[in-house]
């Protein structure tokens, strides 16, 4: 009974001692993971920095009132694994709300609404549209025949967009601006007059005069070989009436966009991409380059 009541003990002995070495075990294991955890965040902490880094060094070199969209130097390395990507482009080719409504100028807004018919939007949703962008933007509170002015629910600014994300706000502008990439075409921090060295294929399509021949073959020239803008064996003009004498525009046909177009605006959009292994960060910039570079907007992302 005795050696029974040992043999006993002793394997209940045997049992907490398994127990307490298991418990020991998964806390060691457990610690370990939870290190091991703390090194790989700490690692994807640095790579973010090291990449956020080398966006910003990117759009340091853009900043630089010397450099030009295309130049080498926009694309470089820190080190091992460790690079940026910057890319230039000109801020005056998209259309500028704000210039296109103050003033209620009926040749400006007519930009805005050739751009939106081309985009497929019906004729009276235009007019709609234009009208409740305007009693958005005046101080006023009478509306337009299309318009539509303060009630209950909807709250026009009644001054200008602080951003071009505020169209959708603008009654009637709903739909469109569900769109993918709707304000690609769109700022609020141009010059104002569209800039015919980085319109797109449809701001040029909203011009008066311009047709879809013309265009692409001035889009051709523009580009250069390689079919891209912002690289380095893009077509320069040198004025406002060089480019349009490349349209097909004769000297007379050309005063038609007096005062709606010009070159080369100073006003640049930058976005620089910086990686170092896996981590990706992005500067986006809008920068006045005249003289000493005035940055308008930085965004990180």
Not at 107 to 114: A, E, G, K, P, S
Not at 148 to 170: F, G, I, K, M, S
Not at 292 to 300: A, T
């Amino acid at each position: 009974m005795k050696r029974s009541f040992e043999i006993s003990r002793r394997g209940s002995a045997l049992l907490l001692s398994l127990w307490a070495l298991f418990l020991l075990s998964a806390m060691i294991i457990g610690w370990a993971l939870d290190i091991n955890n703390r090194i790989t965040l700490s690692g994807n902490a640095s790579r973010m920095l090291e990449a956020e880094a080398c966006a910003c060094s990117g759009a340091e070199i853009a900043i630089n009132p010397d450099t030009d969209p295309g130049d080498s130097i926009l694309i470089g390395s820190l080190g091992k694994n460790q690079t940026y990507n910057a890319k230039i482009i000109g801020e005056g080719g998209r259309i500028n709300i704000n210039w296109i409504v103050a003033g209620e100028n009926p040749q400006r807004l007519q930009i805005l609404r050739q751009y939106l018919e081309n985009k497929g939007i019906e004729l009276n949703q235009v007019e709609h549209m234009m009208d409740c962008l305007l009693d958005y933007v005046d101080p006023d509170d009478i509306p337009r025949l299309n318009g539509a002015e303060a009630d209950d629910t909807y709250h026009p600014r009644n001054a200008l967009l602080q951003t071009v994300e505020e169209l959708a706000q603008v009654k009637g502008w709903e739909d469109f601006c569900a769109r993918p990439g709707w304000d690609d075409d769109f700022t609020i921090y141009s010059s104002g007059p569209i800039d015919l060295q980085w319109a797109s294929r449809d701001v040029l399509l909203a011009l008066p005069g311009l047709n879809e021949p013309m265009v692409d073959r001035f889009l051709q020239m523009r580009r250069g070989p390689d079919g891209i803008d912002g690289t380095a064996d893009d077509m320069q003009f040198d004025s406002v009436q060089q480019a349009l004498v490349a349209m097909g525009f004769s000297t007379q046909q050309s005063e038609q966009l007096s005062g709606l177009v010009e070159y080369n605006d100073r006003v640049v959009r930058v976005t620089s991409v910086g990686k170092s292994g896996n981590a990706t960060r992005t500067v986006q910039m809008i920068l006045r380059k005249a003289g000493l570079s005035q940055i308008i907007r930085w965004k990180e992302s």
